[in-house]
């Protein structure tokens, strides 16, 4: 079945760093990727998405590539801030499905 | 005017009783889900409607059991609660296999 790996948490960073959540799929035709937030007590926020190969979603400054190739959608930003610490969810949506399969989640912790 | 919601936030209850959720969203969509997030923050799906009909049940216990009375509506109804239940449960709704928005969240503790 469809499947997200995402790499383990916490990550761990100052402000202004540069951020890379890693992401990759398993899946069967072309699904549609997202990335989805959860700040601390909250529920899920979408952040961006993509679907399909080669598209870029981007959103407050983090932006993620769908790479058919590499079967890979992972998260960057390049100057993080205190306030994105929070839950990183990657998931996928396939064609008909109209379900999502998310991965672990990434916890990243942003330190002054 | 908030898009998606689920009433309550927070639900304590013993072991054995029997508990609803509720989810509503004023987005227009056709579509609602119900997915669960266990204490070590994975989600995973339970229950999609279409348009009021089931679509998705992903080997839920039949304990769990939704209700859709119309489109706006989706709630979740738990009998004889037992301690792995204890999670949060989200709601979401889509119009189609669009992009899912999600409600804050239920978080549900058994005693």
């Known amino acids: 079945g469809d499947s997200v790996t995402q790499m383990e948490g916490p990550v761990t960073l100052s402000e202004e760093a540069f951020l890379t959540i890693n992401c990759t799929y398993t899946?069967?035709?072309?699904?549609?990727l997202f990335w989805y937030v959860q700040y601390p007590g909250e529920g899920l926020q979408l952040l961006l998405k993509a679907t399909k190969a080669d598209d870029k979603g981007s959103n407050k400054g983090f932006e993620a590539t769908y790479r058919k190739e590499t079967t890979s959608f992972h998260l960057e930003k390049g100057s993080v801030q205190v306030s994105d610490s929070a839950v990183y969810f990657c998931a996928l949506s396939n064609t008909g499905f109209q379900k999502l399969v998310f991965g672990t989640g990434t916890r990243l912790l942003v330190s002054p | 005017d908030t898009a998606v919601s689920q009433t309550p936030k927070y639900l304590v209850t013993q072991m054995g009783n029997d508990k609803s959720i509720k989810c509503e969203q004023n987005?227009?969509?056709?579509?609602m889900y119900w997915y669960k997030q266990d204490s070590k923050k994975f989600l995973k799906i339970m229950f999609s409607y279409n348009n009021k009909e089931l679509i998705i049940n992903e080997t839920v216990p039949n304990r769990f059991s939704p209700k859709s009375p119309d489109k706006a509506h989706l709630n979740l109804h738990i009998n004889s609660l037992e301690l792995g239940d204890s999670a949060v449960y989200f709601c979401?709704?889509?119009?189609?296999?669009?992009?899912?928005?999600f409600g804050p969240g239920t978080r549900l503790t058994v005693l």
């Open positions: 899946a069967t035709g072309y699904p549609s």
């Open positions: 987005l227009g969509h056709d579509t």
């Open positions: 979401a709704s889509s119009q189609e296999s669009d992009t899912q928005y």
